[in-house]
């Protein structure tokens, strides 16, 4: 059974309609009485794709335009030309072409459609099939009942019509014939069948019903919408899960990506390790950025040379360095902030074609709250995995700091399994694994970590040879008017100057030139016209950047160095 039968029409218009396509017929009816609802649009959009083939000539062409332009933007001009149409063109002689060619009348009488049938010009039987109908017999007794005069009722397409009083009784007449599946109206008969004021409110009420129903019909909740695009979802989601039980993400298209990941997962030493964790390593603390060559680190000579020869031929000859010359599994940089150790740490992975895994260890404390320790472990099980690896952690001092009495249970059981790790990283033979720690306050470092990091060193702030390198490298691809010895004097100015502060200096001069085009031209300047950095430039830039690092903490990095780095 259809869900409209119960929205079966009352008047005889309607019974010859429905026969077309009753469900059709109600939501188009439906649609052009409300045309500024959701459902209503909803509807719309069906019956218009429906129909598309079915209604055709230029005045439901031009019906269905602005209705398909209304579902495709919904604004009041679209909105006024769709109600437009709506008065323009009468969407009951529309309908009326539609009926099916009779076998009885001719062709153009019967294109005069209802018209035509209402003033008995076509007393044949519309050689339309229609089910037997009680309806058309309950309209009857019904009108026979209501004699109101004349009544202005709700227009079946949005369209007032007007009764007549005193019409004849349909009773006794041959309405419909019941035994047969033919309407047999007469004028009489059809004009009594008319709907009165109380039919109008029970179909007020039958539409309001509908549209509930359409509602609830074309009303999807989020688990509907997630099982028709996931079916996978069904089989856990709103039932208990069990402990061993895989997890289903809620969220569209997780479930394909979870697994994902564990199809790829095939490695013996991942297979305790949850997936998140891994997927999380692979595309957050790996680093695949640009590789980081020797000539991009200014200066720092001695630090590179013991670099090399430690860690980075070790790790490219592993079968020449072995025993006495096998290599310090860990290597701690410490120094002043933005003097270039992350560029260390990146440039020795690029030169041993290692993976670079980056990680800040103070986000093992903090962002994976309660889970840094099974972090740890994921980092070095995935390191393993893609050897040769080297592992940096900044801030390795908040990880690796002396104990006291005020240390966190969490904090302290990470530390724990750090150096578990970093033990059973340093004992495998084969594992060709480099920890680098990198650190700002190297005297916080425990005993443990300092025992560990075997190598030391010092990374100072630039000399003015390396801040000379620096310039001239940042300025590579700037348009300048900068010689040798203006490059010379910056440097010579800048003495205190971190890296990190030279490239601060240099954007800072760089912005000279956009700074001296008017406003006005700022957005339509051409590249070309802006012009070169030059000195003045960088002199204004030296009043607003100033040196982060202060000599006291020099002192402490030189002293520290002298105790326990490498002592150059
Ligand atoms: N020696 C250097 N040669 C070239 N550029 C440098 C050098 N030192 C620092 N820089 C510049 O400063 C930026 C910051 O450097 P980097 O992150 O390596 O410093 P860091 O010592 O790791 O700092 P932090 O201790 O704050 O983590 C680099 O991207 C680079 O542009």
Redesign the pocket.
């Known amino acids: 059974m259809n869900e409209l039968d119960g929205f079966l029409p009352e008047n005889s218009h309607d019974k010859h309609l429905s026969v077309l396509d009753k469900t059709t017929f109600y939501q188009y009816k439906l649609s052009l009485q409300s045309e500024s609802n959701i459902t209503s649009q909803i509807l719309l959009k069906d019956v218009w794709k429906r129909n598309k083939e079915l209604l055709n000539g230029p005045a439901f062409n031009h019906i269905l335009d602005s209705a398909n332009s209304l579902l495709q933007n919904t604004d009041t001009s679209t909105m006024k030309t769709w109600q437009s149409s709506l008065n323009k063109y009468d969407a009951v002689t529309a309908f009326e072409r539609l009926l099916p060619p009779c076998s009885q009348c001719t062709a153009e009488t019967h294109h005069k459609g209802l018209k035509v049938f209402e003033k008995t010009e076509c007393s044949c039987n519309l050689g339309i099939n229609t089910k037997p109908n009680e309806d058309l017999d309950n309209v009857s007794q019904s009108s026979q009942k209501s004699d109101e005069g004349q009544k202005l009722f709700k227009p079946r397409f949005g369209r007032p019509r007007q009764t007549k009083s005193n019409q004849p009784s349909t009773s006794g007449n041959n309405v419909t014939s019941t035994s047969t599946n033919v309407v047999t109206s007469t004028p009489a008969n059809v004009v009594a069948s008319i709907p009165t004021e109380d039919v109008f409110m029970k179909e007020e009420e039958e539409n309001k019903a509908h549209k509930a129903n359409v509602a609830k019909l074309t009303f999807k909740t989020a688990k509907e919408t997630l099982l028709a695009s996931n079916p996978a979802a069904r089989r856990t989601l709103g039932a208990s899960r069990k402990a061993q039980a895989k997890f289903i993400s809620p969220m569209l298209g997780a479930q394909e990506k979870q697994e994902q990941v564990e199809t790829e997962i095939t490695d013996e030493r991942l297979k305790h390790i949850d997936p998140k964790m891994i997927e999380l390593i692979e595309s957050e603390i790996i680093d695949k950025g640009t590789p980081i060559s020797w000539e ?5 000579q001695l630090a590179k040379s013991v670099i090399q020869e430690a860690v980075v031929w070790p790790l490219l000859r592993p079968d020449i360095f072995t025993g006495l010359r096998r290599p310090p599994k860990g290597i701690l940089l410490f ?1 002043p ?7 260390i740490g990146k440039c020795v992975a690029a030169q041993c074609n290692a993976t670079f895994f980056s990680i800040s260890a103070s986000s093992l404390t903090s962002k994976w709250i309660g889970d840094g320790e099974k972090m740890v472990r994921a980092l070095f099980a995935v390191a393993r995995c893609h050897q040769p690896a080297v592992i940096f952690i ?1 801030e390795i001092d908040s990880l690796l700091t002396q104990r006291s009495d005020t240390e966190h249970e969490a904090t302290r059981r990470i530390k724990t399994e750090f150096l578990v790790q970093f033990d059973g990283a340093s004992t495998a033979e084969e594992d060709r694994i480099l920890i680098v720690g ?1 650190t ?1 306050r190297p005297q916080e470092l425990d005993e443990a970590a300092r025992r560990r990091l075997v190598k030391r060193l010092y ?1 100072p702030l ?1 000399d003015v040879d ?1 801040r000379k390198q ?1 310039i001239t ?1 940042l300025l590579k691809n700037e348009m300048n008017e900068l010689d040798l010895r203006d490059i010379g004097e910056i440097a010579a100015l800048t003495d205190g100057y ?3 502060d030279m ?1 601060s200096l240099c954007s800072e001069a760089a912005m000279g030139p956009i700074r001296s085009v008017p406003l006005s031209q700022i957005v339509s300047i051409d590249r070309d016209k802006v012009r070169p950095v030059c000195v003045q430039d960088f002199i204004n830039a030296l009043q607003r950047v100033k040196p982060s690092v202060s000599q006291d903490d020099l002192g402490q990095y030189v002293k520290w160095n002298k105790t326990y780095g490498q002592g150059f």
């Open positions: 991009d680190i200014a200066g720092l120094g902030p933005g003097t270039g150790k992350t560029l900044d990198a700002n990374i630039p390396a620096i490298n971190s890296g990190a490239k």
